[in-house]
T-cell receptor, first 115, second 111 residues
Framework: EPEVTQTPSHQVTQMGQEVILRCVPI?????FYWYRQILGQKVEFLVS????????KSEIFDDQFSVERPDGSNFTLKIRSTKLEDSAMYFC?????????????FGPGTRLLVL | GENVEQHPSTLSVQEGDSAVIKCTYS??????FPWYKQELGKRPQLIID?????GEKKDQRIAVTLNKTAKHFSLHITETQPEDSAVYFC??????????FGTGTKLQVIP
């Protein structure tokens, strides 16, 4: 069964550094998402992406964040200048149709630690 | 925006008993309600979902009910087993592509 994959599984970075988290969505999916989960808390929506542009974003997704689909298979989340509070698990997800109609499938996550 | 509340935050049941988790949502336009199970350090996994044109859905030991008028939905797990122990999240779509998660319920099934 196809799965969403994410790399790296863990990333440690210094405050102020840029990080890029990578995701490979399921191949026939058209809608892509990033979520974050601070340890012990709920999953929070960051951004959704369709047809090479952002469809929706949350208040968390400020100018420090950006997303890109650089080729036909990868979907990336860039944090330009990391802060301590960016430490969290970041999940990528994808779906065949929009979230209100179709199940999202989550990747295994990237645990980001900002020191 | 959408706001999803979930109760209880923790739930302990004896193996074989039933477990019920309840959620309420605020956006009457929400029309898709998935439930996810998350084991420690793992990704959320969809266990069941329900759409707004359906009042109840069942899949073996798991069932979900939806009351659109009251804006609440519930997860029912019968004949619980130790492997059901995990954190369960309800979710609702409050917009075009945004999924809002509840705060999670940590379910412990005691053998």
């Amino acid at each position: 069964e196809p799965e969403v994959t994410q790399t790296p599984s863990h990333q440690v970075t210094q405050m102020g550094q840029e990080v890029i988290l990578r995701c490979v969505p399921i191949s026939n999916h058209l809608y892509f998402y990033w979520y974050r989960q601070i340890l012990g808390q709920k999953v929070e929506f960051l951004v959704s992406f369709y047809n090479n542009e952002i469809s929706e974003k949350s208040e968390i997704f400020d100018d420090q964040f950006s997303v890109e689909r650089p080729d036909g298979s990868n979907f990336t989340l860039k944090i330009r200048s990391t802060k301590l509070e960016d430490s969290a698990m970041y999940f990528c997800a994808s779906s065949e149709a929009m979230a209100s109609e179709e199940t999202q499938y989550f990747g295994p996550g990237t645990r980001l630690l900002v020191l | 925006g959408e706001n999803v509340e979930q109760h209880p935050s923790t739930l302990s049941v004896q193996e074989g008993d039933s477990a019920v988790i309840k959620c309420t949502y605020s956006d009457s336009a929400s029309n898709y309600f998935p439930w996810y199970k998350q084991e420690l350090g793992k990704r959320p996994q969809l266990i069941i979902d329900i759409r707004s044109n359906v009042g109840e859905k069942k899949d073996q030991r798991i069932a979900v009910t939806l009351n659109k008028t009251a804006k609440h939905f519930s997860l029912h797990i019968t004949e619980t087993q130790p492997e059901d122990s995990a954190v369960y999240f309800c979710a609702a779509t409050g917009g075009y592509q945004k999924v809002t998660f509840g705060t999670g319920t940590k379910l412990q099934v005691i053998p």
